[in-house]
């Protein structure tokens, strides 16, 4: 299970006396049977379970429907990201984006480097280990969801220089320095530690793409370093320059069948998954705000080819993870990320509506929805306000 097109199959599934299920592809009598533990529900009183009579063709309209779980601002455990796992195979969704280090924390749990975590963790007990990261990735696998990690550099890496300050970047102001910044791109030790890092994450992940961040890098911080400036002005670089020539020693670093995912506008030519409209982040924002987006519909108000838009994969629901923790990170993302999900498997009423355009059928989906979810054992939030569920 590797790379895009693994989960692209078409299924047929005939609910009547004789229930039977036919797929092109092992992931999808997966989301198959997903579909027919869906048309089950209860009768009032809980005594009978009932099933829907139906036939139906069904397949993803996108390739990568994914989830973004932050464990850097917050550390998540185990058990819950294994339970965010269940509840993205409830939900038909196929990519474990794990951002996984960040400025605030380093959890991974490196061999080769330990000293990364050691004095990068908020704790030595908040960690996650290798063997830990290889049950995270069979689980994931065994329910048909791919795990990519990120390494996110060269900014949001003011955890890394606990063990190692010569890689960051001295900023100052006034002439004296004021803190680190960034990753340092003229130091060649930078690069022999990313090689190495990298390695070692390859092999615990072996998915074909590993996310390698590239965003909200202080710029200024460099333009501020006498040592880069000079660099710049010999080499006759900008700031962006310099970023570009990080982006251009780093990816090399990748083995021949990795390739890299960064943070980036449209550009021709490349593959795309869009996540800007679906931040769970933003905790003001309810299923129904995400729901109004269907990323190839939402993009065509830029002037893009319908070969740009082709190039769109799929997309990425994100719970950053400065205001969830491991006391409310599941209640945060679910339903929420439900609305994301359908749009990413059917997306029924494309693009641009609101809470008030949305048919009344697609409230009462969700709450159902979110009702299943917490059967399971995933304590989902009440999607629509006053309510109930038969549990």
Not at 149 to 172: K, M
Not at 237 to 252: E, K, Q, R, V, W
Not at 259 to 284: A, H, P
Not at 317 to 345: F, Q, T, Y
């Amino acid at each position: 299970m590797n790379g895009l097109n693994v989960d692209k199959s078409i299924n047929f599934l005939s609910v009547s006396t004789t229930p039977l299920l036919i797929s092109t592809s092992i992931w999808g009598i997966l989301r198959g049977l997903e579909t027919f533990a869906q048309l089950l529900y209860l009768s009032n009183d809980r005594d009978e379970i009932f099933i829907n009579t139906t036939d139906i063709y069904d397949y993803p309209l996108y390739k990568h429907r994914g989830l973004l779980l932050d464990t850097s601002r917050h550390y998540i455990s185990l058990s819950n990201i294994l339970k965010t796992i269940d509840a993205m195979a409830i939900n038909k969704m196929n990519v474990f984006h794990w951002h996984i280090v960040d400025d605030q924390s380093f959890p991974y749990q490196s061999k080769i480097f330990p000293e990364l975590s050691e004095h990068g963790a908020f704790n030595k007990l908040l960690v996650y280990t290798k063997d830990e990261i290889k049950m995270v990735v069979k689980y994931a696998k065994d329910r048909g969801i791919r795990v990519i990690p990120e390494i996110d550099v060269p900014g949001h890496t003011t955890s890394w220089g606990n063990a190692h300050p010569s890689i960051l970047t001295d900023c100052y102001y006034g002439g004296k320095i004021i803190g680190k910044g960034p990753m340092d791109p003229t130091n060649n030790g930078t690069y022999i530690l990313l090689k190495h890092l990298l390695e070692e994450v390859q092999t615990w992940f072996p998915d074909k793409y590993i996310h390698l961040g590239g965003d909200e890098v202080q710029l200024d911080c460099w333009e501020s370093n006498p040592k880069l400036r000079l660099f710049m002005k010999k080499h006759k670089l900008t700031t962006s320059g310099l970023h570009a020539l990080f982006l251009n020693n780093t990816l090399p670093l990748l083995t021949y069948n990795t390739k890299s995912i960064v943070w980036q506008i449209l550009l021709t030519g490349y593959k795309v998954i869009f996540s800007s409209e679906w931040y769970l982040s933003d905790l003001n924002s309810e299923w129904h705000d995400f729901y109004a987006f269907d990323p190839r519909q939402t993009l065509r108000i830029l002037p893009l080819s319908e070969e740009c838009l082709r190039g769109v994969v799929g997309g990425e629901a994100c719970m950053w993870g400065e205001m969830v923790d491991d006391n409310n990170i599941l209640s945060r993302v679910w339903p929420r990320a439900s609305a994301v999900a359908e749009k990413l498997w059917s997306s029924p009423l494309g693009d641009g509506h609101t809470k008030y355009s949305i048919p009344v059928e697609v409230y009462h989906r969700i709450e159902e929805h979110a009702c299943r979810m917490i059967r399971r054992g995933i304590n989902a939030q009440p999607p629509n306000g006053p309510g109930f569920c038969i549990v």
